[in-house]
């Protein structure tokens, strides 16, 4: 199981952005592909965006596809999400994930022994 801190969230005008970064420690994630989800109050839990363990492959939920942008970088065991051209409908708090055989692909799907964190709330309003 691999556990995540999330951080990076806060309070931003529609049109700004934020970096959310997803940290791990004790567990190498050179071998995993990472997902960020995102759920709002009353709201199902969404897949946001999804990076392969080597980060040559990367899906986008449509709602976010040219806005955002999933990173990472596997010396400092991070992954990141850089949120462009923020809209309220992006309000939520926002989480990262995995399990051993997690694979990135289309649909995000939730991981199926995800270890599930506190997130970081992202609020866009004026």
């Known amino acids: 199981q691999v556990q995540f801190v999330e951080s990076g969230g806060g309070l931003v005008q529609p049109g700004g952005s934020l970096r959310l970064s997803c940290s791990a420690s004790g567990v190498n994630l050179d071998y995993y592909s990472i997902a960020w989800f995102r759920q709002a109050p009353g709201k199902e839990r969404e897949g946001v965006s999804c990076?392969?363990?080597?980060?040559?492959?990367?899906v986008y939920a449509d709602s976010v596809k040219g806005r955002f942008t999933i990173s990472r970088d596997n010396a400092e065991n991070t992954v990141y999400l850089r949120m462009n051209s923020l809209k309220p409908e992006d309000t939520a708090v926002y989480y990262c994930a995995t399990d051993l055989h997690y694979v990135c692909q289309a649909g995000i799907k939730s991981p199926q022994f995800a270890s599930w964190g506190q997130g970081t709330q992202v609020t866009v309003s004026s």
């Open positions: 990076i392969s363990s080597r980060g040559g492959r990367t």
